[in-house]
């Protein structure tokens, strides 16, 4: 079975920096398109950054590009986010997704993990 | 950044009725490559979003084909054909012709 699981959320004081996890199991991440997104709860989902199947590619919202880094270890079979110099606007849950196509960019986002809560508060 | 726009922002259904949703983007949504990166998803309350509909039309595995998904260019319709007490939630479109990959506002279907 296909899975993403992300861990690594939490209270963190704004200025400060985590770094998020997601395992994947049931796949390889190197075959994969992985991107994260992100949802303030009650509110819509905002796209946060991507990274290809051979890491050519990675890409970022305007809103994140120069704090945060994703990152990929292929032989853990995990994906990362790198968030430094957070905000309160970063506050928001962070969903971790896989691209249904392998060797694509984003075709179509399945599945979701059940995500990991950020909060930015001093 | 494509804007994309959905309406209504709330649909009350009637169980067994037809679900309609608009998305629309502020521009093409046809990739270089002759492809239209529009899709469909799903977020039942406290769960994370689900794909539904990829690529305009294409059911994900293992969703019902009461779903269907229809468009083209900068226009796109998701219909559920007879709602089920399973469908309530919010439902986003999706593009990602262009990078960054953005999302419509959000559509929620209610039970009347």
């Known amino acids: 079975e296909v899975q993403l699981v992300e861990s690594g959320g939490g209270l963190v004081q704004p200025g400060r920096s985590l770094r998020l996890s997601c395992a994947a199991s049931g796949f390889s991440v190197d075959d994969y398109a992985m991107h994260w997104v992100r949802q303030v709860p009650g509110k819509g989902l905002e796209w946060v950054s991507g990274i290809s199947w051979n890491g050519a590619m990675i890409d970022y919202a305007d809103s994140v590009k120069g704090r945060f880094t994703i990152s990929r270890d292929n032989a853990r079979n995990y994906l990362y986010l790198q968030m430094n110099s957070l905000r309160a606007e970063d506050t928001a849950l962070y969903y971790c997704?896989?691209?249904?196509?392998?060797?694509?960019?984003?075709?179509?986002?399945?599945?979701w993990g059940q995500g990991t809560l950020v909060t930015v508060s001093s | 950044d494509i804007v994309m726009t959905q309406t209504p922002l709330s649909s009350p259904v009637t169980l067994g009725q037809p679900a309609s949703i608009s998305c629309r983007s502020s521009?093409?949504?046809?990739?270089?490559?002759?492809?239209?990166?529009l899709s469909w998803l799903q977020q039942r309350p406290g769960q994370p979003p689900r794909l539904l509909i990829y690529?305009?039309?294409n059911r994900f595995s293992g969703v019902p084909d009461r779903f269907s998904g229809s468009g083209a260019g900068t226009d796109f319709t998701l219909k559920i054909s007879r709602v089920e007490a399973e469908d309530v939630g919010v439902y986003y479109c999706?593009?990602?012709?262009?990078?960054?990959?953005?999302f419509g506002g959000g559509t929620k279907v209610e039970i009347k």
């Open positions: 999706m593009q990602s012709t262009q990078s960054p990959p953005t």
């Open positions: 521009q093409s949504l046809v990739h270089r490559d002759g492809n239209t990166y």
């Open positions: 997704a896989k691209d249904i196509m392998s060797r694509g960019w984003c075709t179509g986002l399945r599945p």
């Open positions: 690529m305009i039309s």
